[in-house]
Nanobody
């Protein structure tokens, strides 16, 4: 099972950009689909984006389409989430996830590996 560590969160103004990074341990990162979920206060984690094992296919929640871009570098065992045109409603703890299944999964229970999370706060 991959171990995941997120970084790059912070406090930004609406309209700004942030880039989240996810560092994966192990030598099998390319065998896992990876993605991002976010959790605001007491809500359940919500799907944000996911990318296929090879990186040639992506999947996004409607709320972030056109603003967020997910990518990965398997040679570096890294995943990324570029977030542009941030809105206050994007405020949440963002989690990197990975699993050997499909990047079309949007149920958090189908992703077995989770990072510790990184806080993103967007103020208006």
């Amino acid at each position: 099972q991959e171990q995941l560590v997120e970084s790059g969160g912070g406090l930004v103004q609406a309209g700004d950009s942030l880039r989240l990074s996810c560092a994966a341990s192990g030598r099998t990162f390319s065998q896992y689909a990876m993605g991002w979920f976010r959790q605001a206060s007491e809500d359940e984690p919500k799907f944000v984006a996911a990318i296929s094992k090879s990186g040639d296919s992506t999947n996004y929640a409607d709320s972030v389409k056109g603003r967020f871009t997910i990518s990965r570098d398997n040679a570096k065992n890294m995943g990324y989430l570029q977030m542009n045109s941030l809105k206050p409603e994007d405020t949440a703890v963002y989690y990197c996830v990975a699993d050997g299944g499909s990047h079309y999964y949007t149920d958090p229970n189908l992703f077995g590996a989770w990072g510790q999370g990184t806080q993103v706060t967007v103020y208006s």
